[in-house]
C-alpha cells in the first residue's frame, strides 16, 4: 500500500499564501488519483482538488480562482499551492491517493492550516 507524508502547513496571515505538498512511497506504482481534502472543527471532511495521473483536475468551487493543484509523477509527489488564504480555509489538510480500479482512499496524516492575524 501506499504511504502519504504532507508537509508544509502553518500559520499565515489573511491574503497569504502556503504550498502543501504529499509526497507518496511504497506501492505507487498504480495510483491514479491524489488530491486534497480538508476538514475544519465542526465541520465534515470535504473534498478540495484532486488530479489524476494523466493530469485532469477537479476542484471545489469554493477554490476554484484561489488553490492549484499540481502532481509531479517522477517525485510521486502532489502539490496544492493556496493563495489568497482566508479565515474560512482554516482546516487540517489530508492528503489522499486511490489506486487505479479502485475507489478506496488511502490517507496522509494531515497537515494544518491556519489563517488568522
Known amino acids: 500500500q501506499v504511504q502519504l507524508v504532507e508537509s508544509g502547513g502553518g500559520l499565515v496571515q489573511p491574503g497569504g499564501s502556503l504550498r502543501l505538498s504529499c509526497a507518496a512511497s511504497?506501492?505507487?506504482?498504480?495510483?491514479?488519483?491524489m488530491g486534497w481534502y480538508r476538514q475544519a472543527p465542526g465541520k465534515q471532511r470535504e473534498l478540495v482538488a484532486s488530479?489524476?495521473?494523466?493530469?485532469?483536475?477537479n476542484y471545489a468551487d469554493s477554490v476554484k480562482g484561489q488553490f492549484t493543484i499540481s502532481r509531479d509523477n517522477a517525485k510521486n509527489t502532489v502539490y496544492l499551492q493556496m493563495n489568497s488564504l482566508k479565515p474560512e480555509d482554516t482546516a487540517v489538510y489530508y492528503c489522499?491517493?486511490?489506486?487505479?480500479?479502485?475507489?478506496?482512499?488511502?490517507w496522509g496524516q494531515g497537515t494544518q492550516v491556519t489563517v488568522s492575524l
Open positions: 489522499y491517493a486511490v489506486y487505479r480500479g479502485s475507489v478506496r482512499p488511502y
Open positions: 488530479i489524476t495521473s494523466s493530469g485532469s483536475t
Open positions: 511504497g506501492n505507487i506504482f498504480s495510483i491514479n488519483t
